[in-house]
Every structure is written in C-alpha cells, then in structure tokens.
C-alpha cells in the first residue's frame, strides 16, 4: 500500500526541482505550464516558499532558487562527508595519495572531506575548507565536467594549485542536486594514471551509490 502524501507539500517541492533545472528562472505561467497546474495553485506555492526565502524574483521578475536553500545546502553537507570517509580511507590507502570528495560551492570547489594515507613517507596535505575557483585544479575541472555532460571519465592536472602536485579527479554522477568529485593529488611525478584512474572511478561510482535516492 502507497504511503500518503502531502500534495500541497509535494507541489512545493516540485516548484524547487524545477527551477533548479531553469537557471534563467521561470515566468509564472511558464512555472504553471511544467508543473501542470493552474496559475492560482503557483501563485499561492510561490507565495510561500518567497515566504522562507526558498524562492526569488530576479530584477526581470522571473522565479528562482532563493538563498534560503544555502541553509539547507549546508545542513546537509555532514551528512555527505560521513558517507564519504569510509570510500575515501579507502581510495587513500590502496593508491597511497591524498584523496578527497569536492563539492561547488557557487564558482569555487570547497573541499568537504579529505583523508590522507597511513602508509607513505610522504604526501600532500590538503585541508578541509580549501576553496579555489572551478577552473582551476582537477577537482574543480572534474566537477565542470560533470555539469557538461562530457562522458570523459577524469581530468588530470599537474601544478596548477600547487606546484608540482598532480591531480585526478572524476565527477559524482547521478546524485540529483549535488555537484562534486572525487579526487586524489600527490606529488608522485611517477603517477601511474592507468592504475589509479579505475579506483578513483571506483569510489566516486560507490560514493554516488550510497547518495542516490
């Protein structure tokens, strides 16, 4: 037996998938058109989600993501950071590199969580919080090429956040609302990307698993 909804509840939500997907924003008759419902229904949905700060007008008046879902957005993040721990312990000790989960935060790469490996003489140190532009580094670039929809499966990179660190990083696909990559850096001139390609790969698959709905 289906489980009872809320229809009201689940309207609202719908609005918000919605205009995630429009990043020019929706008219309200536009709005009204893709949820299938008439413009009085959107406006009072409208209403109250504008209400909480979930919804905006832009200068031009068409509707979008408001910044009240940045609050949401953050109380979630340790919840992404728990799941992925245990697949980045992991890729750290089999590769024997500093791996790390990135999410976008606006245009920059915030780094969520960061696991280094027990087991080396020696390895970069990354920090937690470390911010830098989307375009700039592999994870950053890895995140880029999973919003383009580009089936490349990694990017490398090679000093452009630190010199002589080499970076590859491949996005989290198939988590709705979630921007990010798995990565890993070293400073490993020798880096054989063949061999650790695949387990990077590996864990952002497992990590998207575990966030799927």
Partial sequence: MAAEI??????????????VAAPDGLT????????????TIVHRLVGTLERHTLVR???????QVGLGVL???????????????PVLRDLAE???????????????ALALAVVEPSWTDYHVAYRVGSRHPLAA????????????????????????????????ATPVRD??????????????AGL??????????RAAAELSAQLSP
């Avoid at 609050?71 to 721990?85: D, N, Y």
């Fill in 192 to 201: 054989d990307e063949a061999a650790v390609a695949p387990q990077v790969e």
């Fill in 71 to 85: 609050r949401l957005g953050t109380a979630v993040q340790p919840v992404i950071r728990e799941a992925a721990l």
């Fill in 57 to 63: 007008r832009d200068p031009r008046g068409r509707l």
């Fill in 94 to 108: 089999t590769v024997g590199c500093t791996a790390h989960l990135t999410i976008a935060d606006g245009e920059e």
């Fill in 28 to 39: 309200i008759t536009e709005l009204a058109a893709e949820l299938e419902v008439s413009r």
């Fill in 175 to 188: 988590v709705p609302g979630l921007d990010a990559s798995v990565g890993i850096v070293t400073l490993d």
């Fill in 6 to 19: 809320s229809q009201t509840l689940d309207r609202g939500l719908r609005v918000l998938d919605v205009l």
């Fill in 137 to 168: 580094g592999a994870a950053g670039r890895a995140i880029l090429l999973g919003r383009s929809g580009d089936p490349a499966p990694y990017v490398v990179t090679v000093g452009e956040l630190q010199v002589g660190a080499r970076g590859l």
